[in-house]
């Protein structure tokens, strides 16, 4: 594996595109096997494409160059625009409350990272926003996606551990609300200090204000429709994107009736170049990861935190360390599988709550999505808005100090977590 | 010759979908201590859970091509190489456990496993492994095949399983293991066909009510590895590999078999309802479609005859 | 041959397109059925498959664009001469990747021929597996052109290179 690490070093270091970069240095651990079949990281890149969730990126794509062409976006750019009004920085805020809407329906953060960027990013860079800092909102911003029930990672987490998934539904409740707010804070200050311009500097008349709902009520309506269809069980998780692109088609074609069939081709010709940027790195980080599960590198790690002390909280911030460090070249998924079993009887033998844990411990997962060198989510929005990865991390870095800051918090304060469930479940 | 062959280490790495607080995750353990055991050292298994090293029709690929890996999977997936195989996972084909062993010994039987492992290079090690019976889940009883008429049950994606689920009545539907829970819970399927052991694991008691008790599928495992590997190794490792993957997984099966009545106890404590007057005769007669569907009558019928039926 | 190329690009975007177009139409086709209570479950099936023909035809399409991320971190200091150098390094890499991608891609296709795809008995796992070679074939030429187009900017001796 150190080969692996070197070889993607030198390759990141030369330029070569990050995933060519990812599934050539991730082959160097199949020359260094040969008892291993050397087709397997095709076989590998192929299978990440069969996994139907994965499937809710490309769609969630479609869905928002569709709806810049729909009218959906703009729609929701005038209310923006109303709501926020003189808040510094107003459309970074919709992105956040934006991502937390989503996470009612969706359980993939690079889905919604890809659709915000196309939806949102230019318009903040319009705004006057420096890219960095806003590829940074919309990446972090889709934490809290897969946070905010339903997310894959709880239920993975509550398989693989044997824990209530409906606890841990019910747990990144209030997280997720405390994570939006830190970020929030953090989006403020940061456009305070640079002076972004506000999104308007008079308050908006009453009619105004009309007219801006009635312009945006179908891009408000639109994660209200899919969270109805996804409760009702119209559609399962992975199926939502789909649903997301018949929205903005129909609302497009017969409710704004501006769309025409060229915007629709032009909408599908800019989804090619975004589908193959994001996927195709998605599907070659699989190979890179390989390694890591077959020598079992965090699991051998893993077994060793137990024996360094007592103390619960202690255990857990190593824990969560851990998991970040592991968490910049895995992904996020295979994390939670792989750690799991070893990191949460460490914590419940030593009195922790496996529900308390397990919320912290996905946030620390999906963080990996984030983070360079391999970050999924990081490299959809960089390469949709065209952002490079030193601008990114450069104005990125003030919203994971948000985010560390509330985890650390969660870490001793174990009751924000427990609260809802305990309300529920008794 | 042999300190040759015991100064070589062989490793097989096992990969298995289940979760390491399942049975078979810690009976696939026990089989790897013993032939650790057993071989001094020489033969080392690891085993992965959860699917780590990837899909189970990826290994069983590279398997074929000869990669030191092994998998656990199940007859309906080994049909797609030597279709008479899946027949073993048909609806009500044997009445028994014993019935269920003593298939291993049966010519005809034989006959397939000795075609994967020469004509496609699928080595069977064993399989003894059982889940035991599967039921039907779903927020309803269910007595008939009628009662399950429309009703959207989740099934592996593997066409002796669809077949099965459509004969008995109801609407099979495909998906991941895991969109079990949040499909259930938001109603896009109504029930899922699987064993008691299944339930508390994947927390499905929070999203079923009611179990009814259809035992129409006996589920067998087979652990395969790759025959080019199997046959580097020492005949007494191979001997070991095979004798202690039958003892691991009868005895699995029975520790499966009794906890299929402490998890049944424990789903009845925390509320599930269980319908224990299943029309059976009616669902067997029904699960004839399957066999009929999928051209396997005949083959079902050599294989009666063969365990005197 | 350019236009025959051009041609080419042209069939590999609209094919991307119809993939795309094609793998919702089944989600949702699959969703509906389902809600009916007359599940189809061959739409899974499908429109994975399609999803692995886009990703692998997309790709091609961003890596033609340029638009595959790369980190300009340190390249962007070095003198132009410098980095024309890299870029070569780098093609020359890619491009012994992406062989290696063509023939095992074959190989792949080859061996999942009997393993049959899901829902759909009778039909080949293949038809997935093939996209990769198919994928890494398109992007092979295209990393050639690159190649190709990368020597004739360094021709014409402008002097202005410092
Ligand atoms: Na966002
Ligand atoms: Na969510």
């Known amino acids: ?426 | 010759s042999t300190g040759q062959a015991l100064a070589q280490e062989y490793v097989l790495r096992l990969n298995h979908v289940h979760t390491p607080a399942e049975a078979y995750h810690q009976g696939f353990q026990k089989w790897a201590d013993r032939v650790f055991e057993r071989t001094k050292g020489g033969l080392k298994i690891e085993v992965f859970h959860s699917a780590q090293l990837g899909v189970e029709e990826d290994i069983i690929e590279q398997i074929r091509m000869g990669a030191n890996v092994g998998q656990n999977t199940d007859a309906a997936r080994l049909g797609n190489y030597v279709p008479e195989i899946a027949v073993l996972n048909g609806p009500y084909l044997v009445k028994s456990f014993d019935e269920a062993f003593k298939l291993a010994e049966l010519p005809v039987v034989q006959g397939w496993i000795d075609k994967l492992a020469t004509q496609h290079g699928l080595k069977v090690v064993c399989f003894d492994f059982s889940q035991g019976l599967r039921h039907v889940f779903t927020n309803q009883p269910v007595r008939n095949p009628q009662d399950l008429s429309g009703l959207r049950i989740r099934t592996p994606p593997a066409p002796i399983w669809q077949e099965a689920t459509r004969a008995l009545g109801a609407a099979p539907t495909a998906m991941a293991f895991g969109e079990i829970y949040p499909g259930l819970q938001q109603r896009a399927i109504d029930g899922a066909e699987v064993t008691y052991a299944n339930i508390r694991p994947n927390n499905l008691q929070e999203v079923v009510s009611h179990v009814s008790e259809t035992g129409h599928i006996l589920l067998l495992n087979f652990e395969v590895v790759s025959t080019t590997w199997f046959e580097t190794l020492p005949p007494e490792f191979q001997t070991a590999l095979v004798e202690e993957c039958r003892v691991a997984g009868q005895e699995t099966t029975k520790v499966l078999q009794a906890q299929a009545e402490t998890e049944k106890a424990a789903l009845i404590e925390a509320g599930m309802t269980v319908v224990d007057n299943v029309n059976l005769e009616a669902f067997r007669a029904a699960s004839e479609q399957a066999y009929k569907a999928l051209n396997l009558t005949d083959v079902r019928d050599a294989l009666y005859k063969e365990l005197g039926r | 041959m350019k236009a025959f190329y051009r041609s080419l690009t042209r069939l590999e975007a609209i094919l991307a397109g119809f993939f795309l177009i094609a793998m919702i139409c089944m989600v949702l086709l699959g969703g509906v059925a389902r809600m009916a209570s007359m599940p189809l479950n061959w739409t899974i099936d499908l429109s994975t498959g399609f999803f692995a023909w886009a990703v692998f035809l997309c790709a091609d399409i961003a890596w033609r664009n340029n638009t595959l991320m790369s980190l300009d971190l340190f390249t962007e200091r070095l003198p132009s001469t410098t980095r024309r150098v890299l870029d070569k390094i780098n093609l020359g890499i890619i491009a012994v990747f992406l062989c290696y991608g063509v023939w095992y891609g074959v190989t792949l296709a080859w061996a999942s021929r009997a393993r049959s795809f899901n829902g759909i008995p009778g039909v080949s796992y293949s038809w997935v597996t093939s996209s990769i070679a198919v994928g890494c074939t398109l992007m092979l030429i295209t990393t050639l052109i690159k190649f190709k187009d990368a020597r004739l900017e360094h021709a014409p001796p402008t002097a202005s290179v410092s």
């Open chain 1, 1 to 426: 594996m150190l080969l692996v690490a070197i070889v993607f070093a030198i390759f990141l270091v030369i330029g070569m595109p990050v995933a060519f970069a990812i599934g050539i240095s991730g082959m160097m651990f199949f020359l260094q096997h040969p008892e291993l079949p050397i087709s397997i990281p095709l076989q590998i890149t192929v299978s990440t494409t069969q996994n139907f969730s994965l499937l809710a990126v490309p769609l969630f794509i479609v869905a928002g160059n569709l709806m810049n062409r729909s009218g959906i976006t703009e729609g929701l750019l005038n209310l923006a625009s109303v709501l926020t009004g003189r808040l510094r920085g107003g459309l970074a805020q919709i992105s956040i409350v934006l991502s937390a809407l989503m996470g009612g329906v969706s359980g993939s953060a690079i889905a919604d990272a890809a659709m915000q960027s196309r939806m949102l990013g230019q318009q903040m860079i319009d705004r006057g926003m420096t890219k960095g800092f806003a590829a940074g909102v919309l990446s972090f911003s889709s934490l809290l996606t897969p946070i905010i029930p339903p997310g894959i990672g709880m239920i993975l987490f509550g398989t693989i551990g044997s824990v209530s998934i409906g606890r841990l539904f019910a747990g990144g409740i209030l997280p997720a609300l405390l994570l939006g707010v830190a970020m929030s804070l953090s989006v403020w200050i940061t456009a305070t200090k640079r002076g972004y311009p506000p999104e308007r500097s008079t308050r908006p008349t009453a009619k105004e204000t009309i007219t801006a709902f009635r312009g945006g009520i179908w891009a408000i309506l639109f994660p209200v429709i899919l969270l109805v269809g996804l409760r009702a069980g119209i559609f399962t998780p992975s199926e939502i994107g789909a649903v997301a692109v018949l929205y903005a088609v129909f609302i497009g074609f017969l409710i704004y009736k501006r769309m025409k069939v060229s915007d629709f081709i032009e909408a599908l010709e800019s989804s090619l170049g975004d589908v193959g940027s994001v996927m195709f790195l998605i599907s070659l980080s699989a190979i890179f990861g390989y390694g890591i599960v077959f020598e079992r590198l965090p699991e051998l790690v893993a077994s060793g935190l137990g024996t360094l002390t007592d103390n619960v909280q202690v255990v857990m911030v190593l824990i969560v360390l851990l998991t970040i460090v592991a968490g910049l070249f895995v992904d996020a998924t295979v994390l939670i599988i792989m750690m799991t079993p070893i990191v949460l009887p460490v914590v419940t033998r030593l009195g922790g709550d496996p529900v308390h844990f397990g919320i912290i411990f996905v946030i620390a997962a999906t963080l990996g999505n984030f983070t360079p060198p391999v970050g999924a989510a990081m490299y959809t929005v960089c390469s949709i808005l065209n952002v490079s990865i030193k601008d990114y991390i450069k104005e990125g870095w003030p919203l994971l100090l948000a985010i560390s800051i509330v985890t650390i918090l969660l870490i001793f304060v174990p009751s924000i977590v427990l609260y809802i469930p305990n309300l529920i479940f008794g």
